[in-house]
C-alpha cells in the first residue's frame, strides 16, 4: 500500500524568500506496508483482469481513465543529479523499484495490460491525478476547511507529500498538502524530504533538546536547499527554448542559511539552534550533487564553475559546524548529543566525499572531518585540557587550522588568557601568544621573549604586541619592543638591503603614529614654524641625538630598561623628547630607514621631526635624504633649518645628479649665490679648467650628456654676475652643444667668441658622431646646409631605424614650422627619403603624423597614393591574403594622417568613395568590418545597408568612427 515509511514532523509552505514561515509539525503514526495484492483495507477482486496494488506516486489513472506513467510521478531515483543522488534512503527501506517495494519486479505484480471495460478510481492515485475530483495546479499552501476544489478527495485519494491516504493526511488542509503534485518543485523537495531518514529524521534535534521552533528552522532549511536542487536541475526558461541551469539558486540558498547561522551564534538561543540549522542545511547539500543532470543536449545550457561552488559551501559549512560545536559546553550540550553528532557527522561526511572525489581541485582534507575532530575532542578532552594547561608537548596532537581558529576565538571571547597563551604557543602562534601575554598581564616578559627569539621580530609580527601594549596602558614598553623590532641589530643574515626595510618599516611606521599622536595641535604648530628653530626643538633635539649613540652601542640591553623621562627643568615637553629620540636612534642605529622614518614624519604633519633625522646624519646623510629634505622640507621650515647641514657638506662627496639637486633646492628657497655655486662645481667636474674652459675645443673627446643651467644662469645675470652666467654658459655648451644653448650664450660673450663657438658647433655637428644625431640635424639645417643633414640620418637609419626616426621627429619639432615650410628648404632635400622611409614601414608615422599637421598638402597625397596602389591590384587581381593586409595597413595609417591634419571628414568621404569603388569585391568585407561599425559596403552578397553610402545606421557620416588595432596582422601600425 501507499505510505509505508514511518512518518515525521513536516516543515510547512515556507520556501526560499520566505525565511520566517514557521509551521507546525505533523505527527505521522507508523504504516507498514502489506505485502499482498489489494488496497489499503485488504485484497480486492475485480471483476475484469487482475492487477497488483499499484503505488499512487509510481503510477495511476488520471482524469480520462488511461494509466499513469511511472515517471510522471515517481520520485527521483538514486542516479546522481536525480533528487538524492548519492543513494541517500532511509535507514533501513528500499528504494522504489526494489522487491517488496510497489513497482519491484520481484514477488509482486507488474501491470502488463487488461481487458474488458471497468473503472480505475477504485485504484490509489495522487490527489493531482483523480478521475473524479478535477484537480488545478496553484501556488496555494493553505487549503480551506469545506473547499470543493483541491481540498476535496475521494476515498483512493493519497497524499503526495505524506503518501498516505487524503483522509488520514494531518496536514491536507493546515499546510496545503491538498495542493501537491510533482510538476511542482516545492512540493518535489517537501516529499522527498519525508521520504528521506536522513533529511526527516535527524536524532540530532532531540538529543540537542531543540524545542519545536528550532526543529522547524532546521526542516524549513533543509527543504529549501532541496527546492534549490531541483530548480538547478528543472532549469529555467531562456529564450529561444534554452533552459539554463543555474548553480545561484543553491549558492543563495547556502548564503542565506549562513547569514542565520552567524545571528544564531551571537543570539540568545545560542549554538543549539545553530547546531539545527547547520544539521538541516547540511544534510540536504550532501544528498545532492553538483555535477549536470542527463540532459546534456544542447537545448540545456549547465553553467560552469558548479564544482567549485559546492565545495566553497561544504568547506564553509564546516568552518561554521566547528565552531558552533567549540562554542558548545557539556551544560549546553551533553556528551552523548557530541557523540550522536559526531556519528551523524561521519555519515554526511561520507556522502560529501563522493560528491567530491571527483572534482578539481580537491579538498585538502576530509570533508567534515574538523567538525568530527571538534565532536570527539571537546574542551574535557584529556589532550585538549593539557595542552590548555600548558602540559602537553607532544606536537603531533596539534589541531587543525580551522579548529584552532574556533578555540581561540572562544577563549578570547571569554577572557582566557592564560589558557589562550599555553594554546596558541603549542599551535605555533608567536605574535598572538605575545598578545594574550600581554593580556595576562606579563607585560616585561614579552620584550625579554622577543629579544631571546629574534624570529619573532622579522615581518612586522609584533606590530599587533605593540599595539596590545599601548592599549593596557603599557606606552613605555610598547615604545620599546617596537625601537627594538626596528632598530636592533638581529637581522645580520639579511644581505639586500630592500628585505631590511621591508622587514622594519612596519614597526617605523606604527612608532610614528604612536609618538606623533601624542604632540598637541599648539606644540606641532612650534615645531613647524618657519624661520630659526625654537630653542626647545634645538635642546630636545640635542639631548636626544646624545641619548641614541649611547643607547645605540648596545640596544637590546637598554631596551630593557624604562626609557628616561625629559631631564628636569627641560624646555621640551615628553612628547617632543619622544619624536625626537624615535628621530635620532633611527639616523644613528639604522640609517637605511631614515629616508622612510622622515617621510613617514613629515606625511604625519611633522616636518620638524624629519628635519631633525637630516640634521643628526649630517654629513654622512644618503644623497637621496638630503636632496628629498631639501626638496620637501625646506620650502615648509626653511633654508636656515638645513644651513649648518649644507656647510659641512663636501661636494665632492656626492654624484652630480644630488650636487644638481641641492643646487635646484637652494635656488628654488632663495639662496641664488650658493646655488649658483653649487651648480658650478657639479658641472666643472672632468670639465677644462675655469680659465681653460673659454679657450677650449669643442672637438675634444667628452662623453654628452643632458646639462640645463639655463635658470642658474638666469638668476646670475639679472643680479650682476655676468662672469658666473657666462661660465654656467660655457659648461652648458660644454656638455650639452645644441643650437639652443648657442644662443643663450649669445647675449653673454662678444659677437666674436660667439663666432666661434658657431664654427665650432657646425665642425661637431659635420664631424663627430657621439653627438645626438637630432642636434646635428638642426644644426646642419640652421647652417642651411641641407644635403649634409638628411645624410646624418640616412647614415643613422642605417644602423638604428628607430633612432633615426626619433632624430627626425626631434629635429623637425626643433625647427618648427616656420623653417620646415620655407621653400627650396629642408623638406625638399628630405623627402625623396621620407618617401622610402614611408613604403617600407610604419616606423616614421609618428614622424609624418607631426609633419601631416604643418604640411598636409604634401603628407596626404603621398598616403592616398599607396592607398590607389592597393585599389588597382584589388580590382585588377584577385584579392588574396597580402593583399588584404596591405590594404588594411595603408587604410589605418592613411586615416592617421587625415586625423592630423585634422581633416576627419574629408577622410571619411574618401573612405566612403573607396568601398563604394570595391564593393563588389566581397573578400574584402573582413577588411572594412576591422576598419570601424558601419563601414560595410553594398555586395552582391550582401543586404543593403540603410541610407546612403557612407553613412552608418547611426545617421552619422562618418563611417570609421574608430580604428581598433590589429595586433596580428603584420605591417599594420597601432592606432
Keep these: 500500500t501507499p505510505g509505508g515509511a514511518n512518518r515525521r514532523q513536516m516543515p510547512g509552505p515556507g520556501g526560499m524568500g520566505q525565511p520566517g514561515a514557521m509551521h507546525s509539525p505533523i505527527a505521522q503514526s507508523p504504516s507498514p506496508m502489506p505485502q499482498q495484492m489489494g488496497g489499503p483495507g485488504g485484497p480486492q477482486q475485480y471483476n475484469q483482469g487482475q492487477m497488483n496494488q499499484v503505488s499512487p506516486h509510481q503510477g495511476g489513472p488520471n482524469a480520462n481513465g488511461t494509466m499513469m506513467p511511472q515517471s510522471s510521478m515517481n520520485m527521483p531515483s538514486g542516479e546522481p543529479g536525480k533528487g538524492y543522488p548519492n543513494g541517500a534512503m532511509q535507514e533501513g527501506a528500499q528504494p522504489e523499484g526494489a522487491p517488496g517495494q510497489p513497482g519491484a519486479t520481484g514477488d509482486d505484480v507488474v501491470v502488463v495490460g487488461s481487458s474488458g471495460t471497468f473503472s480505475f478510481d477504485f485504484l490509489p492515485h495522487a490527489r493531482a491525478h483523480c478521475p473524479k475530483c478535477p484537480f488545478q495546479s496553484i501556488k496555494e499552501r493553505i487549503g480551506q476547511e469545506g473547499g470543493t476544489g483541491n481540498e476535496a478527495y475521494c476515498p483512493n485519494c493519497f497524499c503526495y507529500v505524506c503518501d498516505v491516504k487524503a483522509s488520514e493526511c494531518q496536514g491536507w488542509l493546515r499546510v496545503g498538502h491538498c495542493h501537491a503534485h510533482d510538476k511542482d518543485p516545492y512540493w518535489k523537495a517537501l516529499r522527498e524530504f519525508t521520504r528521506i531518514e536522513l533529511l526527516s529524521n535527524s536524532p540530532l534535534l532531540p538529543a540537542l533538546g531543540c524545542d519545536e521552533a528550532a526543529q522547524m528552522e532546521a526542516h524549513r532549511w533543509c527543504v529549501n536547499a532541496l527546492l534549490a536542487f531541483h530548480r538547478y536541475r528543472d532549469g529555467d526558461p531562456g529564450p529561444g527554448g534554452l533552459i539554463n541551469h543555474s548553480f545561484q539558486h543553491v549558492t543563495d540558498v547556502a548564503s542565506s542559511a549562513m547569514k542565520a547561522i552567524v545571528g544564531h551564534l551571537s543570539g540568545p538561543k545560542g549554538p543549539r539552534t545553530t547546531l539545527a540549522v547547520l544539521d538541516g542545511i547540511t544534510s540536504a547539500i550532501v544528498i545532492n550533487s553538483w555535477k549536470p543532470g542527463q540532459n546534456q543536449d544542447a537545448k540545456h545550457r549547465w553553467c560552469k564553475g558548479t564544482y567549485a561552488a559546492f565545495k566553497a559551501i561544504i568547506e564553509q559549512l564546516e568552518k561554521y559546524w566547528v565552531l558552533a560545536i567549540v562554542h558548545t559546553s557539556t551544560r549546553s550540550v551533553p556528551p552523548q548529543a557530541l557523540a550522536l553528532m559526531a556519528h551523524r557527522l561521519k555519515r554526511m561526511s561520507k556522502l560529501a566525499v563522493k560528491e567530491v572525489a571527483g572534482g578539481t581541485p580537491q579538498m585538502a582534507h576530509v570533508p567534515l572531518s574538523h567538525a568530527v575532530n571538534a565532536c570527539e575532542r571537546g574542551w574535557t578532552h584529556p589532550v585538549v585540557v593539557a595542552i590548555l594547561e600548558g602540559q602537553c608537548t607532544d606536537l603531533g596532537q596539534r589541531e587543525a587550522q580551522t579548529l584552532q581558529r574556533a578555540r581561540l576565538h572562544v577563549l578570547e571571547r571569554a577572557q582566557r588568557w592564560k589558557e589562550a597563551y599555553h594554546y596558541a604557543i603549542f599551535h605555533g602562534h608567536v605574535a598572538k601568544s605575545l598578545a594574550y601575554m600581554v593580556r595576562a598581564g606579563r607585560h616585561a616578559d614579552v620584550l625579554q621573549m622577543v629579544v631571546r627569539q629574534n624570529a619573532l621580530a622579522g615581518g612586522g609580527k609584533c606590530v599587533p604586541v605593540c599595539a596590545e601594549l599601548a592599549a593596557c596602558g603599557q606606552s613605555d614598553v610598547a615604545i620599546r619592543l617596537a625601537m627594538y623590532c626596528a632598530f636592533g641589530d638581529y637581522e645580520r643574515d639579511v644581505a639586500q638591503e630592500e628585505q631590511l626595510v621591508t622587514n622594519r618599516t612596519p614597526y617605523v611606521q606604527w612608532l610614528?603614529?604612536?609618538?606623533?599622536?601624542?604632540?598637541?595641535?599648539?606644540?606641532?604648530?612650534?615645531?613647524?614654524?618657519?624661520?630659526?628653530?625654537?630653542?626647545?626643538?634645538?635642546?630636545?633635539?640635542?639631548?636626544?641625538?646624545?641619548?641614541?649613540?649611547?643607547?645605540?652601542?648596545?640596544?637590546?640591553?637598554?631596551?630593557?630598561?624604562?626609557?628616561?623621562?625629559?631631564?628636569?627643568?627641560?624646555?621640551?615637553?615628553?612628547?617632543?623628547?619622544?619624536?625626537?629620540?624615535?628621530?635620532?636612534?633611527?639616523?644613528?642605529?639604522?640609517?637605511?630607514?631614515?629616508?622612510?622614518?622622515?617621510?613617514?614624519?613629515?606625511?604625519?604633519?611633522?616636518?620638524?621631526?624629519?628635519?631633525?633625522?637630516?640634521?643628526?646624519?649630517?654629513?654622512?646623510?644618503?644623497?637621496?635624504?638630503?636632496?628629498?629634505?631639501?626638496?620637501?622640507?625646506?620650502?615648509?621650515?626653511?633654508?636656515?633649518?638645513?644651513?649648518?647641514?649644507?656647510?659641512?657638506?663636501?661636494?665632492?662627496?656626492?654624484?652630480?645628479?644630488?650636487?644638481?639637486?641641492?643646487?635646484?633646492?637652494?635656488?628654488?628657497?632663495?639662496?641664488?649665490?650658493?646655488?649658483?655655486?653649487?651648480?658650478?662645481?657639479?658641472?666643472?667636474?672632468?670639465?677644462?679648467?675655469?680659465?681653460?674652459?673659454?679657450?677650449?675645443?669643442?672637438?675634444?673627446?667628452?662623453?654628452?650628456?643632458?646639462?640645463?643651467?639655463?635658470?642658474?644662469?638666469?638668476?646670475?645675470?639679472?643680479?650682476?654676475?655676468?662672469?658666473?652666467?657666462?661660465?654656467?654658459?660655457?659648461?652648458?655648451?660644454?656638455?650639452?652643444?645644441?643650437?639652443?644653448?648657442?644662443?643663450?650664450?649669445?647675449?653673454?660673450?662678444?659677437?666674436?667668441?660667439?663666432?666661434?663657438?658657431?664654427?665650432?658647433?657646425?665642425?661637431?655637428?659635420?664631424?663627430?658622431?657621439?653627438?645626438?644625431?637630432?642636434?646635428?640635424?638642426?644644426?646642419?639645417?640652421?647652417?642651411?646646409?641641407?644635403?649634409?643633414?638628411?645624410?646624418?640620418?640616412?647614415?643613422?637609419?642605417?644602423?638604428?631605424?628607430?633612432?633615426?626616426?626619433?632624430?627626425?621627429?626631434?629635429?623637425?619639432?626643433?625647427?618648427?614650422?616656420?623653417?620646415?615650410?620655407?621653400?627650396?628648404?629642408?623638406?625638399?632635400?628630405?623627402?625623396?627619403?621620407?618617401?622610402?622611409?614611408?613604403?617600407?614601414?610604419?616606423?616614421?608615422?609618428?614622424?609624418?603624423?607631426?609633419?601631416?599637421?604643418?604640411?598636409?598638402?604634401?603628407?596626404?597625397?603621398?598616403?592616398?597614393?599607396?592607398?590607389?596602389?592597393?585599389?588597382?591590384?584589388?580590382?585588377?587581381?584577385?584579392?588574396?591574403?597580402?593583399?588584404?593586409?596591405?590594404?588594411?595597413?595603408?587604410?589605418?595609417?592613411?586615416?592617421?594622417?587625415?586625423?592630423?591634419?585634422?581633416?576627419?571628414?574629408?577622410?571619411?568621404?574618401?573612405?566612403?568613395?573607396?568601398?563604394?569603388?570595391?564593393?563588389?569585391?566581397?573578400?574584402?568585407?573582413?577588411?572594412?568590418?576591422?576598419?570601424?561599425?558601419?563601414?560595410?559596403?553594398?555586395?552582391?552578397?550582401?543586404?543593403?545597408?540603410?541610407?546612403?553610402?557612407?553613412?552608418?545606421?547611426?545617421?552619422?557620416?562618418?563611417?570609421?568612427?574608430?580604428?581598433?588595432?590589429?595586433?596580428?596582422?603584420?605591417?599594420?601600425?597601432?592606432?
Excluded at 649613540?549 to 630598561?561: A, I, K, N, W, Y
Excluded at 622622515?598 to 631633525?612: F, I, P, V
Excluded at 662627496?653 to 644638481?660: P, V, W, Y
Design 512 to 975: 610614528v603614529e604612536h609618538v606623533t599622536q601624542q604632540l598637541d595641535a599648539t606644540e606641532l604648530q612650534m615645531r613647524n614654524q618657519q624661520g630659526p628653530v625654537a630653542a626647545a626643538v634645538e635642546s630636545a633635539r640635542r639631548d636626544a641625538e646624545e641619548w641614541a649613540r649611547q643607547v645605540s652601542e648596545d640596544l637590546p640591553t637598554h631596551m630593557m630598561q624604562p626609557l628616561a623621562e625629559a631631564p628636569l627643568g627641560s624646555l621640551y615637553s615628553p612628547a617632543t623628547y619622544r619624536v625626537e629620540r624615535l628621530a635620532a636612534l633611527c639616523a644613528v642605529a639604522m640609517p637605511v630607514l631614515s629616508l622612510h622614518c622622515a617621510k613617514l614624519l613629515s606625511r604625519h604633519g611633522d616636518h620638524c621631526g624629519a628635519a631633525s633625522i637630516v640634521l643628526v646624519s649630517g654629513s654622512r646623510s644618503d644623497p637621496s635624504l638630503i636632496t628629498w629634505a631639501l626638496g620637501e622640507l625646506a620650502p615648509k621650515l626653511g633654508m636656515a633649518t638645513f644651513s649648518g647641514m649644507l656647510q659641512q657638506l663636501r661636494p665632492e662627496n656626492l654624484s652630480l645628479e644630488a650636487q644638481m639637486s641641492v643646487a635646484s633646492a637652494l635656488l628654488a628657497g632663495g639662496e641664488g649665490a650658493e646655488a649658483v655655486r653649487w651648480a658650478t662645481n657639479a658641472n666643472l667636474t672632468d670639465a677644462p679648467e675655469t680659465h681653460d674652459l673659454p679657450y677650449a675645443h669643442f672637438e675634444n673627446t667628452r662623453v654628452y650628456r643632458p646639462c640645463d643651467l639655463q635658470p642658474f644662469m638666469d638668476w646670475a645675470e639679472s643680479n650682476g654676475d655676468t662672469a658666473g652666467a657666462l661660465l654656467l654658459g660655457e659648461l652648458q655648451m660644454w656638455w650639452e652643444p645644441s643650437w639652443n644653448h648657442l644662443q643663450a650664450l649669445s647675449r653673454l660673450c662678444s659677437q666674436q667668441k660667439f663666432g666661434l663657438r658657431r664654427q665650432q658647433l657646425q665642425s661637431l655637428a659635420l664631424n663627430d658622431t657621439r653627438c645626438r644625431p637630432e642636434v646635428r640635424f638642426e644644426v646642419l639645417v640652421r647652417e642651411v646646409m641641407y644635403t649634409q643633414a638628411t645624410s646624418i640620418l640616412v647614415s643613422t637609419a642605417r644602423d638604428n631605424p628607430q633612432l633615426a626616426h626619433q632624430a627626425l621627429k626631434a629635429g623637425l619639432e626643433a625647427l618648427g614650422r616656420n623653417v620646415i615650410d620655407q621653400q627650396g628648404g629642408i623638406m625638399d632635400a628630405l623627402w625623396p627619403w621620407l618617401e622610402q622611409l614611408i613604403q617600407a614601414g610604419e616606423g616614421v608615422d609618428a614622424t609624418m603624423e607631426w609633419l601631416a599637421s604643418v604640411m598636409p598638402q604634401k603628407v596626404l597625397p603621398l598616403y592616398d597614393g599607396h592607398v590607389e596602389n592597393c585599389q588597382k591590384q584589388c580590382q585588377q587581381n584577385v584579392v588574396n591574403a597580402a593583399t588584404k593586409a596591405a590594404m588594411r595597413s595603408w587604410l589605418i595609417r592613411t586615416r592617421r594622417m587625415y586625423h592630423a591634419a585634422g581633416q576627419a571628414d574629408k577622410w571619411d568621404r574618401r573612405f566612403a568613395e573607396l568601398t563604394q569603388t570595391l564593393r563588389r569585391k566581397s573578400s574584402l568585407s573582413a577588411v572594412w568590418a576591422d576598419l570601424g561599425p558601419g563601414s560595410v559596403p553594398e555586395t552582391p552578397n550582401s543586404q543593403p545597408a540603410q541610407g546612403a553610402p557612407g553613412q552608418n545606421r547611426s545617421g552619422n557620416n562618418s563611417t570609421m568612427n574608430s580604428v581598433p588595432a590589429s595586433p596580428a596582422m603584420p605591417g599594420t601600425p597601432r592606432g
